[in-house]
T-cell receptor, first 108, second 114 residues
Framework: QKEVEQNSGPLSVPEGAIASLNCTYS??????FFWYRQYSGKSPELIMF????GDKEDGRFTAQLNKASQYVSLLIRDSQPSDSATYLC????????FGKGTMLLVSP | KAGVTQTPRYLIKTRGQQVTLSCSPI?????VSWYQQTPGQGLQFLFE???????NKGNFPGRFSGRQFSNSRSEMNVSTLELGDSALYLC?????????????FGPGTRLLVL
């Protein structure tokens, strides 16, 4: 059973702080890794994807991948109240498997 | 470019009935995947289609079925509905069915089974 694990949260951070979201996965054959953001009552929207070990930055977001440790993370710098949402980690092997998500709360 | 569209957006059915949900992918996308999202189980993979062929299937009973048409539009069907089938059903499309293709989600169909 391929699994993707995330802390359900909520993760509470003050506005302007760095939010760190973590994810581990069980399938060593996984090839690509995605972070989606889902607001309450809405569908998931892509934040970032990463394929290779290391860091990938896009604006305030940085994805980090460590395949040896089967670990992927998302850092959100200068967190804003509008970042408050559930963040879903998704891992692609033969299919795309999602974690259950971490709820992030950014307080003004 | 228009996004993924799903119809209907909301649906109320009773136990034992069947339901058909529709998904139109982003123009040019040939791969369509379906997911079920519930508060307890999160997003769970149902099936994936590419060029009218089912490429992968998740761990759901045979009551759940799907198909894809030549224009890449897809439908999923759930027969003999159970209360536990109440969920948000999400469709996602991508250009191809390869591992590095990003999937883009539609707004979902919220199904309530009474």
């Amino acid at each position: 059973q391929k699994e993707v694990e995330q802390n359900s949260g909520p993760l509470s951070v003050p506005e302007g702080a760095i939010a760190s979201l973590n994810c581990t996965y069980s399938d060593r054959g996984s090839q690509s890794f995605f972070w989606y953001r889902q607001y309450s009552g809405k569908s998931p929207e892509l934040i970032m994807f990463i394929y290779s070990n290391g860091d990938k930055e896009d604006g305030r977001f940085t994805a980090q991948l460590n395949k040896a440790s089967q670990y992927v993370s998302l850092l959100i710098r200068d967190s804003q109240p509008s970042d408050s949402a559930t963040y879903l980690c998704a891992v692609r092997g033969s299919t795309l498997t999602f974690g259950k998500g971490t709820m992030l709360l950014v307080s003004p | 470019k228009a996004g993924v569209t799903q119809t209907p957006r909301y649906l109320i059915k009773t136990r034992g009935q069947q339901v058909t949900l529709s998904c139109s992918p982003i123009s040019g996308h040939r791969s369509v995947s379906w997911y079920q999202q519930t508060p307890g189980q999160g997003l769970q993979f149902l099936f994936e289609y590419f060029s009218e062929t089912q490429r992968n299937k998740g761990n759901f009973p045979g009551r759940f079925s799907g198909r894809q048409f030549s224009n890449s539009r897809s439908e999923m069907n759930v027969s003999t509905l159970e209360l536990g089938d109440s969920a948000l059903y999400l469709c996602a499309s991508s250009l191809r069915d390869s591992a590095q293709e990003t999937q883009y989600f539609g707004p979902g169909t919220r199904l309530l089974v009474l």
